[in-house]
């Protein structure tokens, strides 16, 4: 999650393992459950993996999800949330025979931190087995209950624990692993799914080293290279978005600009750890601003404004990768079940794709989490990231196999929000206009919005009043010299030539655009 402790909009899923036969490939079966009340950030901190500061746009709700699954240390069992997002285990709690390194490692998150010595065990993680894996062992207080903590599975460069090493010895648990079954692939794959079985509505599974059984084209898909950050302690599996590569609710290309300098195309981080993709203030604009009802508003849930907008609205979007378009379900951009009200007190949606703002950062634009993963089977290779291994040494990379199927997303969504009749060919998004920044800005009234522009508003009012009285004028004067006159009646004089009219001469206003 660039990790987050205490996650918010996330839909809280356990990664539960299975019994599996000893094998050189791990597979993780997920199942998904709400949890109780947590606070997710709407927001990543750029400042790397291991480097998290505080950020804005905090949003408490009970629709979260987590992903667990079960580590051993020591022979004692705790349930770690996996997050491809970070890269360092962390539990609280006592582990049997432990030894201390001497040493001290701490990881800041959005909301919350972990922190103490830096202890080695023995690691059973399902069919593996590792001997003096290191880890930070943090107190047991009520922001980190007993027999809990995270498993970060990203770079092993981004390790707050391998910095304080700079060796082996401070390897991440994916590092060692393939480090010692040099057979096993190097790749590890998330599969976040839906159901329509209430007991497990989120299945799935995360895979080290194998393919989920029946997703093997994801193999065949496009290869796309993970962009190696100058700061590799700012590491992320990231990639990059094709050119056109965001297709809004009005089958249109949404304009976009990379942050980062010298590329015309978008940098985007995957992260299992997190749930509302954060996007360019640009892009959510375009998906939301024009919905009828829609809202940049602050809601009683948040601490920051969010884009809210009624639960019945179909808002379909796309990401294209590598030539190939990964369809949203309309069910993850427009999220229900989050027990946000509005004003009336009556139930609101909130948009998944929310923007990243003041946290923004110059080596990435975008981060997708479980909203978009949960529409693409994701495989990351962690090619030559893997020192010591004899499996791969070639380049790193991500491939995406796209889950959704449109049409059968269309019936979710319309049995789910709409009771199951369909009057969706009823809806029609407001005509496109200039929302560059609405997301941004503060929640200002319309008054304060056009303050800046009054002078030319003011400039083009008396414009249009001279225009009237012009043409009034004009109106009048024709109509007298049209009317009737006695022939023993002198015509009437005409104006000197060198007298000017009584009126003055039209003058276009001065306009900045």
Not at 375 to 387: E, I, P, Q, S, T
Not at 489 to 503: C, S, Y
């Amino acid at each position: 999650m660039l990790m987050r402790l205490a996650p918010s909009f996330l839909l809280y899923v356990s990664l539960l393992l299975d019994c599996l036969p000893a094998a050189e490939a791990v597979r993780m079966p997920v199942i998904g459950r709400r949890g109780p009340r947590t606070q997710e950030k709407l927001e990543r901190v750029a400042a790397g993996l291991g480097r998290r500061a505080s950020m804005s746009g905090d949003l408490k709700d009970q629709g979260d999800v987590r992903y667990y699954t079960n580590v051993s240390l020591g022979g004692q069992q705790f349930s770690v949330l996996v997050d491809t997002g970070s890269s360092d285990l962390w539990v609280a709690g006592n582990v049997p025979g432990a030894k201390s390194t001497g040493k001290t490692a701490s990881v800041t998150y959005a909301i919350g931190d972990a922190s103490g010595t830096i202890m080695t065990a023995a690691m059973d993680f399902d069919e593996y087995s590792v001997q003096n894996q290191a880890f930070i062992s943090v107190g047991v207080d009520s922001a980190h209950p007993a027999n809990t903590g995270v498993i970060g599975l990203g770079p092993n460069s981004a390790s707050n624990i391998y910095e304080q090493f700079n060796s082996d010895a401070g390897d991440t648990p994916l590092n060692r692993i393939f480090e010692q079954n040099t057979s096993t692939p190097n790749f590890l794959s998330v599969l976040l799914g839906r159901s329509d079985d209430t007991s497990n509505p989120y299945p799935g599974d995360i895979t080290v080293g194998e393919v989920v059984p029946g997703y093997e084209n994801i193999t065949s898909q496009p290869k796309l290279p993970i962009l190696r950050d100058e700061d590799s302690g700012a590491q992320h599996w990231q990639t990059l978005l094709d050119k056109d590569g965001i297709i809004g609710p009005d089958g249109e290309a949404i304009p976009v600009q990379s942050v980062v300098q010298g590329l015309d195309q978008l940098v985007v981080v995957f992260d299992t750890g997190f749930s509302l993709p954060q996007v360019p203030s640009t892009v959510s604009d375009a998906i939301y601003s024009r919905v009828p009802g829609a809202n940049w508003t602050s809601v009683l849930a948040a601490s920051g404004n969010v884009w809210t907008l009624p639960c019945d609205v179909e808002l379909n979007v796309t990401f294209k990768f590598g030539g190939l378009s990964y369809p949203v379900n309309p069910l993850d951009t427009n999220l229900g079940a989050l027990n946000v009200k509005g004003s009336d007190g009556t139930e609101i949606c909130v948009g998944a794709f929310q923007p990243i703002t003041t946290a923004s950062s110059s080596s990435f634009d975008m981060i997708l989490g479980m909203a978009f993963l949960r529409n693409a089977y994701l495989l990351v290779d962690l090619g030559d990231y893997v020192h010591g291994s004899m499996a791969s040494t070639a380049s790193p990379y991500i491939q995406l196999l796209s889950l959704a199927n449109q049409a059968q997303a269309h019936k979710e969504f319309v049995d789910a929000r709409l009771g199951g009749v369909d009057n969706t060919s009823a809806f029609h998004l407001l005509p496109a206009m200039n929302t560059t920044n609405w997301a941004t800005s503060s929640n200002e009234s319309t008054s304060q919005k056009l303050k800046p522009y009054l002078p030319y508003i003011i400039a083009g009012s008396v414009a249009a009043a001279i225009l009237l009285i012009v043409a009034a004028s004009a109106c009048l004067g024709s109509r007298k010299r049209g009317t009737y006159q006695r022939l023993h009646e002198p015509a009437p004089a005409g104006l000197p030539v060198n007298q000017q009219p009584p009126f003055p001469r039209y003058q276009r206003p001065h306009r900045r655009y």
